[in-house]
């Protein structure tokens, strides 16, 4: 689009009165350019890919989780061997009992993926529990009075404003936990 808008900035005649030479062609040659690159490459790409037999890498899942997996293991090392003198004694055996088991749930999960890829099947959808589809609905409802108190101007707006951050964060931290939507 560059190369266009730099071949229409070329002026109608040059310093001496007389037509810029061959503008007409080089403004249809940029357009020609332009229309291959983008319409005529653009639609053949997905026949491209087709005919080639690409397939996308659905691995993000796995990678994600095995980048968790790295990161709570050394928490875990870190807990055992490093944290002495910095965390007390029950809040390390706690804080160790925690990570373990985040370390088991993400090894599973790792393993159903492992699993999965080798019967080249895709994961199954995990449906919500019930006490997930209740705890969104109630998050939907707190919103929905916020914006009604705040409509009303019974609240300040920085206070408002406090809340909504703090439900923002706890709405984070429950999507993190909620199954992954299946990519279309």
């Known amino acids: 689009m560059i190369s266009v808008a730099t071949a229409l900035a070329l002026p109608l005649t040059i310093h001496n009165g007389k037509l810029f030479p061959q503008r007409h062609l080089i403004l249809f040659l940029c357009f020609v350019?332009?229309?291959v690159t983008l319409v005529?490459?653009?639609?053949?790409?997905?026949?491209l890919?087709?005919?080639l037999g690409v397939k996308p890498a659905d691995n993000a899942d796995k990678e994600e989780k095995e980048l968790q997996l790295y990161l709570v293991n050394n928490t875990l090392h870190f807990i055992s061997d490093e944290s002495h003198g910095?965390?007390?004694g029950r809040s390390r055996k706690e804080l160790k009992k925690?990570?373990?088991?985040?370390?088991d749930k993400l090894t599973r999960e790792i393993g159903r993926h492992t699993k999965n890829e080798k019967e080249d099947r895709d994961l199954p959808v995990r449906t919500l529990t019930h006490m997930q589809e209740a705890q969104i609905e109630i998050g939907l409802f707190q919103r929905e009075l916020l914006l009604k108190l705040?409509?009303?101007g019974k609240f300040s707006d920085t206070a408002i404003r406090e809340v909504?951050?703090?439900?923002?964060?706890?709405?984070?931290k429950f999507n993190q936990l909620l199954p992954k939507a299946p990519e279309a």
Do not use: C, N, T, W
Request: without cysteine.
């Open 49 to 51: 890919v087709r005919l």
């Open 164 to 172: 909504e951050r703090d439900m923002d964060i706890d709405e984070l």
């Open 98 to 103: 925690e990570y373990e088991e985040m370390a």
């Open 150 to 152: 705040h409509k009303e």
């Open 86 to 88: 910095r965390i007390e």
């Open 33 to 35: 350019v332009v229309f």
């Open 40 to 47: 005529v490459q653009g639609f053949s790409l997905p026949l």
